[in-house]
């Protein structure tokens, strides 16, 4: 749909109504920003969700990180991926697919391959999806 721009006024005109977001609307606000190439805009609702009080979920982080590998920044993605590890969070299956498919685009296959090993060894669930990245992935390194 497409629809970025008018989210983002939507929310623009919640604050001045003094309409509270909560952490659901922010990470649906951090969504907006990436089909925008305004990514850093995200991280900065980031911040805001942190200074509001809110505990970021996993949902936030990924949309982060899809949005980083969406521009391009496939490594960024994966630094901001290991921060949100360390801080305890679980990625899922669609973090690591993501981040693995940005770093097979640019040619990174040792990192891209790395990442996949850690998926395996992880508690992520895989579904039919990252199974058949694996398999095509596998094969494409022989």
Do not use: W
């Not at 909560?22 to 990470?27: A, D």
């Not at 899922?92 to 990192?111: D, M, N, P, R, S």
């Amino acid at each position: 749909m497409g629809h970025y721009e008018t989210v983002i006024t939507l929310s623009k005109q919640m604050e001045l109504a003094g309409i509270s977001h909560n952490v659901y609307t922010l990470s649906i606000l951090i969504n907006c920003f990436s089909p925008l190439n305004h990514v850093d805009l995200g991280f900065s609702v980031l911040s805001k969700i942190i200074k509001l009080g809110f505990q970021p979920d996993t949902v936030t982080f990924s949309t982060l990180i899809n949005g980083l590998r969406t521009v391009g920044k496939a490594a960024q993605a994966v630094e901001v991926l290991n921060d949100f590890v360390a801080r305890g969070y679980q990625p899922h299956v669609h973090t690591y697919t993501a981040i693995i498919k940005g770093l097979c685009k640019i040619g990174e296959t040792t990192v891209a391959s790395g990442l996949l090993k850690k998926m395996e060894e992880g508690n992520c669930f895989r579904n039919s999806l990252s199974k058949g990245c694996s398999l095509i992935f596998r094969c494409t390194l022989q």
